[in-house]
């Protein structure tokens, strides 16, 4: 295959994944309203049943087989299937992005590319930790994610394939942009988690009962362990990536290790706020709804930096143009 | 630990003394909660100085902003938003937040000296009540189910009690309470890493701050071929730290010998420059009679991501660009300017402006200023009929020099600095050609333009390129790096590391020895309670398994 073969393959292999995620979306859309339909002590059998029943899906989970529960555990599967189909899919499209570029390299190294590895991480993590952290309650917000940023990604964010750009091309991309990716997508689930917690915190407060798709969903007290351990995972790998790997790379390729680069900051900043989530879980006062405030404002502040830093300031991680380093110094006599 | 009573009788209840205040202020300010506000009054403070250009990030950018917002600027200056990271009021913020955090380490330290030489607590009168708890049934003694207990704690690396003997103690307690039980406990190691991430940020910010007093940023603009003598009045710009001193400057000299540029010729990125690197050579420390002295100068392949260090100072490659050679007569016929000139480069196709200052032209004083096209077409790009001059590409395929003429006086008289991109146009007047409309030179390489009114003749000799290197010092960097991994290490034991405490009895009874095993999660993340009763059942599995 030529590079442009590979590259018509990645754009192609884009739009089939989000295609699929969005059948995905639609299949746990279908599960959800399924869900809702049936009446509160059903659910409650459902539930501990669609968890434990793993092997057949058409097998009756209750000791009254309902069609409703039946729908559930149905499109329940296929939804994860879907996603996991459009995840080998989304990751074809990143290598035969890679394979497009003349020489090969890694397929992230514009913002176009940056969105589309950072989605797949989301979808990769969101698989990987299904089962272990019974995410089955989080599907259609993370599929909705995932879908949503793809499109921007595909819409606004589309780039031709291109060599690195000289400042790009070190083994830094790998270690350091690799462990943002993975840090982002795992605060997206986090901050997804954390959002939950607020809306349940919410339904608690008025008394609202456990109805249809709230039946699914973890306790506070569950969702907040949960957005813990998603969050002491990130921090650390967050940390590696902007306060270690990078500035060993700033200092190789612009001589200074911390420059307050606009990107540098924002990072910081999310680097602040995620710290003080993790102190304010444990003091009085602060845990609950405000560590999970905090949490969000962490992962709005995570994804404005992005996308939102390399359009509304000048940084030098802009990769949202081709910029080659353009000499604007004055030189004084 | 109450304070002590004060001599005065008649305080009001809520009247402090001065050293109750202080103990009081000291207590609010190592809080918990003023450290969480104070993070996010810091992340809130970090906000501007992505907003508004920084000068010590971009000073062509923050000036220029000055410029086009007159009357905030002023207001903004006075906030030092412009240099918002070293400003006073973000300093006070992260000094306050660093005291606060010691003021915090440090009790938590002693507490955790004490706690690490202490003994696991004797077990609760009843085990069952705590969250964690089995029990069973066995008909082993008790003996033997508290060694093979202790055996089992021991391999998993827990701090055992150690029993106490029955002779040893006064015997008022009843033999059986003091030795049916082991205590144990384990992950000392989370604390430690909580109190080492704490304490690395120090580290960081003493690495950090040695960095910016100590050390110098440089900048240079060297026209290839040209040697540069690593002395103060070399550098076109030179940034040093509050504390740098003149005799830091380490003794080296170099010269930029060959550029290679790689330019894209076809593909979707046509006309983009890739891989440049500079063929460097350099000495250190420099001879007396400059780097062409040198018997046996070393080489490097200077390029981006692939800096130079000599001694404590590091070279790096940040730029190039064109730089014409251009030779001007006066009008006696005398050459007045002959040499390179840097022209900046605008656009990422290296489109370059730049300007020629002839101060030593007769009868007047010349400058010109204009555009350098590297691969210059002309085409008609709105159809109007007439040419528009565009540049393709960043590489020399078709060079074009094409400038303004000015005379009279450059004002480089008057001592003032003045820039070398700019002509201070106050006393210049831009030469007029026969028709009256103001000269304009295009030149090819090689070619010769005469200036109207006997000024004299310019001849374009050729292109030269010049590579920007940044020369710096930063000490305490492997400070600050030792000092994030460190934390980063002590982050992985506070978030990781599982402190538990677990207790095993074993009580004679009729049908046998019962044995109650219970553990207490002390993470205090209530983190999900899954984790301590695996351990509980693992040890359960090992106590159970006779040998």
């Given at each position: 295959?030529?590079?442009?073969?590979?590259?018509?393959?990645?754009?192609?292999?884009?739009?089939?994944?989000?295609?699929?995620?969005?059948?995905?979306?639609?299949?746990?859309?279908?599960?959800?309203?399924?869900?809702?339909?049936?009446?509160?002590?059903?659910?409650?059998?459902?539930?501990?049943?669609?968890?434990?029943?793993?092997?057949?899906?058409?097998?009756?989970?209750?000791?009254?087989?309902?069609?409703?529960?039946?729908?559930?555990?149905?499109?329940?599967?296929?939804?994860?299937?879907?996603?996991?189909?459009?995840?080998?899919?989304?990751?074809?499209?990143?290598?035969?992005?890679?394979?497009?570029?003349?020489?090969?390299?890694?397929?992230?190294?514009?913002m176009?590319?940056f969105?589309?590895?950072?989605?797949?991480?989301?979808?990769?993590?969101?698989?990987?930790?299904?089962?272990?952290?019974?995410?089955?309650?989080?599907?259609?917000?993370?599929?909705?994610?995932?879908?949503?940023?793809?499109?921007?990604?595909?819409?606004?964010?589309?780039?031709?394939?291109?060599?690195?750009?000289?400042s790009l091309?070190?083994?830094?991309?790998?270690?350091h942009v690799?462990?943002a990716?993975?840090?982002?997508?795992?605060?997206?689930?986090?901050?997804?988690?954390?959002?939950?917690?607020?809306?349940?915190?919410?339904?608690?407060?008025?008394?609202?009962?456990?109805?249809?798709?709230?039946?699914?969903?973890?306790?506070?007290?569950?969702?907040?362990?949960?957005?813990?351990?998603?969050?002491?995972?990130?921090?650390?790998?967050?940390?590696?990536?902007?306060?270690?790997?990078g500035?060993?790379w700033a200092?190789?390729a612009w001589?200074?290790?911390?420059n307050?680069d606009p990107k540098e900051v924002w990072a910081?900043?999310?680097?602040?706020?995620?710290?003080?989530?993790?102190?304010?879980?444990?003091?009085?006062?602060?845990?609950?709804?405000?560590?999970?405030?905090?949490?969000?404002?962490?992962?709005?502040?995570?994804?404005?930096n992005f996308?939102?830093v390399n359009?509304?300031t000048s940084s030098q991680h802009s990769y949202a143009?081709?910029a080659?380093?353009?000499?604007?110094?004055?030189?004084?006599? | 630990?109450?304070?002590?009573?004060?001599?005065?009788?008649?305080?009001?209840?809520?009247?402090?003394?001065?050293?109750?205040?202080?103990?009081?202020?000291?207590?609010?300010?190592?809080?918990?909660?003023?450290?969480?506000?104070?993070?996010?009054?810091?992340?809130?403070?970090?906000?501007?100085?992505?907003?508004?250009?920084?000068?010590?990030?971009?000073?062509?950018?923050?000036?220029?902003?000055?410029?086009?917002?007159?009357?905030?600027?002023?207001?903004?200056?006075?906030?030092?938003?412009?240099?918002?990271?070293?400003?006073?009021?973000?300093?006070?913020?992260?000094?306050?937040?660093?005291?606060?955090?010691?003021?915090?380490?440090?009790?938590?330290?002693?507490?955790?000296?004490?706690?690490?030489?202490?003994?696991?607590?004797?077990?609760?009168?009843?085990?069952?009540?705590?969250?964690?708890?089995?029990?069973?049934?066995?008909?082993?003694?008790?003996?033997?189910?508290?060694?093979?207990?202790?055996?089992?704690?021991?391999?998993?690396?827990?701090?055992?009690?150690?029993?106490?003997?029955?002779?040893?103690?006064?015997?008022?307690?009843?033999?059986?309470?003091?030795?049916?039980?082991?205590?144990?406990?384990?992950?000392?190691?989370?604390?430690?890493?909580?109190?080492?991430?704490?304490?690395?940020?120090?580290?960081?910010?003493?690495?950090?701050?040695?960095?910016?007093?100590?050390?110098?940023?440089?900048?240079?603009?060297?026209?290839?071929?040209?040697?540069?003598?690593?002395?103060?009045?070399?550098?076109?710009?030179?940034?040093?730290?509050?504390?740098?001193?003149?005799?830091?400057?380490?003794?080296?000299?170099?010269?930029?010998?060959?550029?290679?540029?790689?330019?894209?010729?076809?593909?979707?990125?046509?006309?983009?420059?890739?891989?440049?690197?500079?063929?460097?050579?350099?000495?250190?420390?420099?001879?007396?009679?400059?780097?062409?002295?040198?018997?046996?100068?070393?080489?490097?392949?200077?390029?981006?991501?692939?800096?130079?260090?000599?001694?404590?100072?590091?070279?790096?490659?940040?730029?190039?660009?064109?730089?014409?050679?251009?030779?001007?007569?006066?009008?006696?016929?005398?050459?007045?300017?002959?040499?390179?000139?840097?022209?900046?480069?605008?656009?990422?196709?290296?489109?370059?402006?730049?300007?020629?200052?002839?101060?030593?032209?007769?009868?007047?004083?010349?400058?010109?200023?204009?555009?350098?096209?590297?691969?210059?077409?002309?085409?008609?790009?709105?159809?109007?009929?007439?040419?528009?001059?565009?540049?393709?590409?960043?590489?020399?395929?078709?060079?074009?020099?094409?400038?303004?003429?000015?005379?009279?006086?450059?004002?480089?008289?008057?001592?003032?600095?003045?820039?070398?991109?700019?002509?201070?146009?106050?006393?210049?007047?831009?030469?007029?050609?026969?028709?009256?409309?103001?000269?304009?030179?295009?030149?090819?390489?090689?070619?010769?333009?005469?200036?109207?009114?006997?000024?004299?003749?310019?001849?374009?000799?050729?292109?030269?390129?010049?590579?920007?290197?940044?020369?710096?010092?930063?000490?305490?960097?492997?400070?600050?790096?030792?000092?994030?991994?460190?934390?980063?290490?002590?982050?992985?034991?506070?978030?990781?590391?599982?402190?538990?405490?677990?207790?095993?009895?074993?009580?004679?009874?009729?049908?046998?020895?019962?044995?109650?095993?219970?553990?207490?999660?002390?993470?205090?993340?209530?983190?999900?309670?899954?984790?301590?009763?695996?351990?509980?059942?693992?040890?359960?599995?090992?106590?159970?398994?006779?040998?």
């Amino acid at each position: 295959m030529t590079d442009a073969d590979w590259g018509t393959l990645s754009n192609q292999a884009v739009a089939a994944a989000g295609v699929v995620y969005f059948l995905a979306l639609l299949s746990h859309l279908v599960e959800w309203s399924a869900l809702s339909g049936r009446k509160r002590a059903a659910a409650q059998v459902a539930s501990g049943g669609t968890a434990a029943a793993g092997g057949s899906t058409l097998v009756a989970t209750g000791p009254e087989p309902e069609p409703e529960n039946q729908r559930v555990a149905l499109f329940g599967r296929l939804g994860v299937l879907l996603t996991g189909l459009a995840a080998a899919v989304h990751l074809l499209s990143l290598v035969s992005r890679g394979m497009a570029a003349d020489p090969n390299r890694v397929p992230w190294s514009n913002m176009y590319e940056f969105t589309t590895a950072g989605t797949f991480v989301v979808a990769l993590l969101y698989l990987v930790l299904y089962r272990r952290l019974a995410l089955a309650w989080m599907a259609p917000v993370v599929v909705g994610i995932v879908v949503s940023l793809l499109m921007v990604a595909v819409i606004w964010l589309y780039e031709p394939v291109g060599p690195l750009a000289e400042s790009l091309n070190s083994p830094w991309l790998v270690i350091h942009v690799v462990s943002a990716i993975i840090a982002t997508g795992a605060f997206t689930l986090g901050g997804i988690t954390s959002l939950f917690y607020l809306l349940r915190l919410r339904r608690t407060s008025k008394g609202a009962p456990d109805r249809g798709v709230w039946a699914r969903i973890p306790g506070l007290e569950r969702l907040d362990a949960l957005s813990y351990r998603i969050h002491a995972f990130a921090f650390p790998v967050w940390t590696f990536a902007v306060l270690i790997t990078g500035p060993i790379w700033a200092h190789q390729a612009w001589s200074r290790y911390w420059n307050w680069d606009p990107k540098e900051v924002w990072a910081f900043i999310t680097w602040v706020v995620y710290a003080a989530y993790l102190h304010a879980r444990t003091t009085a006062g602060w845990k609950g709804r405000n560590a999970a405030i905090l949490a969000l404002v962490g992962t709005a502040t995570l994804w404005f930096n992005f996308i939102g830093v390399n359009y509304f300031t000048s940084s030098q991680h802009s990769y949202a143009a081709p910029a080659e380093s353009v000499v604007d110094v004055v030189r004084r006599t | 630990m109450t304070a002590a009573p004060t001599s005065s009788g008649e305080r009001r209840p809520g009247e402090l003394t001065f050293l109750e205040l202080l103990r009081w202020g000291w207590r609010q300010l190592t809080s918990m909660r003023t450290a969480l506000v104070l993070l996010l009054l810091l992340a809130l403070a970090a906000v501007p100085g992505s907003v508004v250009p920084q000068e010590g990030v971009d000073a062509l950018n923050a000036s220029q902003w000055k410029e086009d917002h007159p009357t905030l600027a002023p207001i903004y200056e006075r906030l030092g938003l412009f240099d918002v990271y070293s400003s006073p009021w973000f300093a006070a913020i992260y000094l306050l937040l660093m005291i606060s955090l010691v003021g915090c380490i440090i009790p938590r330290t002693r507490v955790y000296w004490r706690a690490l030489r202490a003994q696991p607590p004797a077990a609760p009168r009843n085990l069952t009540r705590l969250p964690d708890s089995a029990s069973y049934v066995t008909d082993e003694s008790p003996g033997v189910v508290l060694e093979r207990a202790r055996a089992a704690l021991r391999r998993r690396r827990y701090r055992i009690r150690p029993s106490s003997e029955p002779s040893s103690g006064p015997s008022s307690e009843p033999a059986g309470v003091v030795d049916d039980a082991v205590s144990a406990e384990r992950g000392y190691l989370r604390e430690a890493g909580n109190l080492l991430f704490h304490l690395s940020l120090l580290v960081v910010l003493a690495g950090f701050a040695a960095g910016s007093l100590l050390g110098y940023q440089g900048g240079v603009i060297l026209v290839q071929g040209h040697t540069f003598g690593n002395t103060l009045t070399q550098y076109d710009d030179f940034a040093p730290g509050g504390a740098f001193r003149t005799d830091q400057l380490d003794d080296f000299c170099f010269a930029i010998d060959d550029f290679d540029v790689e330019w894209l010729d076809s593909g979707p990125n046509q006309g983009m420059a890739r891989g440049f690197a500079a063929d460097m050579r350099y000495s250190a420390p420099c001879p007396r009679g400059g780097l062409g002295e040198a018997a046996e100068p070393d080489r490097y392949d200077l390029r981006v991501n692939h800096p130079l260090s000599i001694g404590d100072t590091e070279l790096f490659l940040i730029g190039h660009g064109y730089a014409p050679v251009v030779t001007v007569r006066d009008g006696n016929g005398d050459v007045a300017y002959s040499g390179p000139t840097v022209f900046l480069p605008q656009d990422q196709n290296f489109l370059s402006f730049g300007v020629i200052k002839v101060p030593d032209a007769l009868p007047q004083q010349l400058g010109f200023d204009g555009l350098l096209y590297p691969t210059y077409v002309g085409i008609d790009q709105d159809g109007d009929g007439v040419t528009d001059p565009t540049n393709v590409m960043g590489d020399l395929r078709n060079p074009l020099l094409t400038m303004r003429v000015l005379t009279g006086d450059l004002g480089m008289d008057t001592g003032a600095s003045q820039s070398v991109y700019v002509l201070d146009q106050a006393g210049l007047e831009p030469v007029v050609d026969g028709e009256g409309k103001p000269a304009r030179l295009d030149l090819s390489v090689g070619e010769t333009a005469t200036l109207p009114d006997g000024l004299g003749t310019v001849t374009f000799e050729g292109i030269e390129r010049w590579q920007r290197l940044q020369i710096s010092q930063t000490p305490g960097k492997l400070v600050a790096l030792g000092g994030v991994v460190l934390a980063l290490v002590g982050l992985l034991g506070s978030l990781f590391v599982r402190p538990r405490r677990i207790w095993v009895r074993a009580v004679r009874t009729e049908d046998g020895t019962l044995v109650h095993v219970a553990a207490l999660d002390r993470s205090g993340s209530s983190d999900l309670e899954q984790v301590p009763s695996d351990a509980l059942e693992n040890l359960l599995t090992d106590l159970k398994e006779k040998p």
